[in-house]
């Protein structure tokens, strides 16, 4: 069985784990990995038992692949050095540091005709998954991305750190063009945004509301999806969804599924139903990097795509923006 020769770059806190969920992905050979830090790649090398190459460029000529997981200012050069070579790419999320650098990876991708995958985590969150078989209409989306502080990631936005990841999944779910963005940020800790808001106003009337925050207490990630008679609920820490759904009749909803009669103040009578969907039981890091690994050896699609990557990063600085309007400091 013919397997993908991948190299990593940046073997830090989340390199590592990408470093582990490869090497228990069957299409992936996993050759060796470079970071800048020899003590920090020394320790990784004898840990997981992985050839540490010091140069970058002897990494990128042995591989089919990179994946890069490195500080996003780094993300461009590493990027467009690999795909310069005929390589393809796996880069974590954002895509790049800013919208010219990822304008000018996609016309170099087009050129060389090279894979690139972005690191939306999130598209194989098991919650989300669930929701394969389920129609997503949504006309209002409410999300909550809540977390400790953590030092890791505070050299961007809390936009760019965590609420890109609801960017790009609304951008998945919502067909319809954006029309108006408002949004509001708060540095309280850090010297850019810790806190953020925003309010997206689609072209069909869907309304998205997304808050992310760095220095909560509780941590939460939760989405709620409201559209035409139904109401789903994703709970992206416990990897389970929820969906109520509205029916005219009785016989009309799925056996499996809970029922109960609502009565409306006209006199008759609706039902609704309550179901979880199964979700699957996978490793989401170790799902994308597979992914990837299918499209390459398949030469397929990849499911998160450096245009949607793009996108993501295209509305994360929109955001970035309307918030510096507010006289915050970015």
Known sequence: MKTLKLGLVGAGHLGKIHLRCALQVPDIEVIGFYDA???????????????????LNALIEASDAIDIVTPTVTHFAIAEQAMKQGKHV???????????????????????????????????????LALKDTKL??????????????PRGTDVPVVLDLMIHDIDLVLKMVKSPLVSVQANGVPVICKTPDIANVRLNFENGCVANLTASRISITPMR??????????????????????????????????????????????STRYFSFSQPNS??????????????????????????????????????????????QNFIL
Do not use: C, W
């Open 90 to 128: 796996f880069i974590e999320k954002p895509v790049t540091h800013t919208l010219a650098e990822a304008e000018l990876l996609l016309a170099l991708q087009q050129e060389k005709g090279v894979k690139v995958q972005v690191g939306h985590v999130e598209r194989f969150n098991p919650a989300y």
């Open 137 to 150: 209409n949504p006309m209002f989306i409410e999300v909550h991305r809540l977390s400790n502080f953590n």
């Open 280 to 325: 699957p039981s996978i490793n989401a890091i170790q799902e994308e990097l597979s992914t990837f690994a299918q499209a390459i050896l398949n030469d397929t699609d990849t499911p998160v795509s450096l245009s949607e990557g793009y996108a993501a990063l295209a509305l994360a600085h929109r955001i970035l923006e309307t918030i510096n309007q």
């Open 222 to 267: 939760k989405m709620r999806i409201f559209q035409p008679d139904a109401y789903i609920s994703l709970d992206f820490l416990t990897k389970r969804s929820e969906i109520v759904k509205l029916y005219d009749e009785a016989s009309s909803v799925p056996a499996e599924d809970n029922v109960m009669p609502l009565e409306l103040g006209d006199g």
């Open 37 to 55: 830090n020899a003590t920090t790649a020394a320790a990784v090398a004898q840990d997981l038992g992985i050839t540490y190459y010091a140069d």
